[in-house]
């Protein structure tokens, strides 16, 4: 049998699982996790825990982030997947690959310019391989979109229109923790739009040129609240009395997986998961509209708001032949105040999908949305598909994001963030300068 391909990990929160999960159950015939790096022992221990009761295996070395190196050096695995919070990813892609590895990264690839450039110099220094894992790209309707506009539905792209909404549950997560924090996560224009933007590059097939944005914080924060009326007197939520009617009130010690993740390593790591999100500290916007054009000439008009009653996208790609719409509710928003039926039901009404082609000129029709099974609509299955079984798919659509791939998605939310900071439409090349692309659109 052929040597199974070693996996280290970095970074062992929330995401961390799904990778955990494949390598140790059902990739394992081929994959092996070899050891687990993070600032918190809690955390690492707590996944130590779940491979030996959960998944049968054998738990693995750990390792404080101090000592990465050290992890690389006894571990030796062939790839580490970069799981950590958005503003350590650039330091442990370079350290992987400087110390012989390829690596893998969670998006955003990194949160700046300056950051984006370190990551494709050692690139170019070491030889060594980055992958970005867009699992939205695999949603099987995501793919479907990317398919039909390759077989020219229509025609040639001139606007796309993308307007993303993040609801009251998990918008509002972004400003509990270090998502809140520009510094942290380089905001929801690179945190979060990375993915929208990453999606439209692929689609389109181009990278963008230049980038205007106006963004500004109008829901969360202290002042929001205050400008309100409304007063919040503490500053985080679990086991917090009064704060219990708050409809933002979150509770770690009243969920297992938060608590054992989060409240219980506290001590080792500082990291407090349940912040008011009308706390005063908050540095990332809220609300912000972007428009951009690209290398291809398409223009876009983007929107993203971190605060809606309902939570999904709409889509839509206009070219020389056509339109074609996608509409993608995720029906998770918070309902206060009926009954747990009434909730269910109210949030299923929006968890569907539409999509529509216009030909110019003809009748519309509907298509059916290809569906897909698990976490990001089947995207995350699909994904790990790609990336751990031994003999990948053919990829035609060029699915597999390449770190060239990653510095586009991100550069558009880079240069929106410098946007809103300069007033000022700014060329991404100014920031860092992509390859030529060689377009595959008909
Ligand atoms: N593709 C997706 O759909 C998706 C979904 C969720 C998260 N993510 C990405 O996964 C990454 C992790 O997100 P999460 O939700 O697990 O966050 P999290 O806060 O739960 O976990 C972050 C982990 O990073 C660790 N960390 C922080 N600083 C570190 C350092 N200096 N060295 C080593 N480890 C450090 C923390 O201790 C924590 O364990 C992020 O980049 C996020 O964007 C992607």
Not at 305 to 316: D, N
Request: glycine residues 8%; aromatic residues 10%; contains cysteine.
């Amino acid at each position: 049998m052929s040597k199974k391909t070693q996996y280290a990990l970095v970074g062992t929160g929330g995401r961390a699982l799904m990778y955990i999960d494949a390598l140790v159950d059902k990739y394992s015939d081929n994959n092996e996790l070899v050891g687990l790096c993070d600032v918190s022992q809690v955390r690492m221990d707590w996944y130590n825990g779940q491979i030996k009761d959960r998944w049968g295996a054998e738990p693995v070395p750990t390792y404080h982030a101090d000592d990465f190196d050290k992890m690389v050096a006894e571990c030796k695995p062939d790839t580490v997947i970069v799981t950590t919070a958005d503003f350590m990813h650039h330091h442990y892609i370079i350290r992987s690959m400087e110390l012989g590895c390829n690596a893998i990264t969670e998006k955003p690839m990194t949160i700046d310019g300056e950051k984006a450039n370190a990551i494709f110099e050692a690139i170019e220094r070491t030889g060594r391989d980055l992958r970005v894992t867009f699992n939205y790209r695999y949603a099987p309707h995501v793919t479907q979109v990317c398919r039909m506009l390759r077989d020219g539905v229509v025609g040639t792209p001139l606007s796309v229109d993308f307007s993303w909404v993040l609801d009251t549950r998990h918008g509002a997560d972004y400003f509990r923790r270090w998502h809140s924090y520009k510094d942290k996560s380089g905001g929801l224009l690179v945190h979060k739009a990375t993915h929208h933007f990453d999606l439209i590059n692929w689609w389109i097939d181009s990278y963008p040129k230049t980038v205007y944005c106006i963004g500004d914080r109008m829901f969360y924060g202290a002042e929001n609240a205050a400008k309100r009326g409304e007063v919040y007197n503490y500053d985080r939520y679990t086991d917090v009395d009064e704060a219990k009617d708050d409809p933002f009130y979150l509770s770690l010690s009243e969920d297992e997986r938060l608590t054992a993740l989060y409240l219980n390593a506290e001590k080792d790591s500082g990291y407090v998961r349940d912040q008011n999100v009308f706390r005063d500290d908050i540095t990332i916007e809220d609300t912000m509209a972007v428009t951009a054009r690209y290398r291809n000439g398409v223009i876009l008009n983007y929107s993203l708001i971190a605060y809606s009653p309902w939570e999904g996208y709409r889509v839509s790609v206009t070219g020389t032949k056509g339109r074609i719409e996608l509409f993608d509710g995720h029906g998770s928003h918070i309902i206060k105040g009926q009954s747990d039926e009434e909730i269910a039901e109210a949030q299923a009404a929006n968890h569907r999908q539409e999509l529509m082609v216009y030909p110019m000129f003809a009748v519309p029709y509907g298509v059916e949305p290809a569906k897909g099974e698990g976490g990001h609509a089947g995207g995350d299955a699909r994904l790990l598909d790609d990336l751990l079984l031994p003999d990948p798919t053919d990829d035609p659509l060029k699915t597999a994001a390449t770190h060239i791939d990653g510095a586009a998605s991100i550069l558009m939310g880079v240069c929106a963030n410098e946007s809103i900071r300069t007033g000022q439409p700014i060329d991404v090349d100014s920031v860092l300068k992509l390859p030529q692309k060689q377009s595959v659109m008909v």
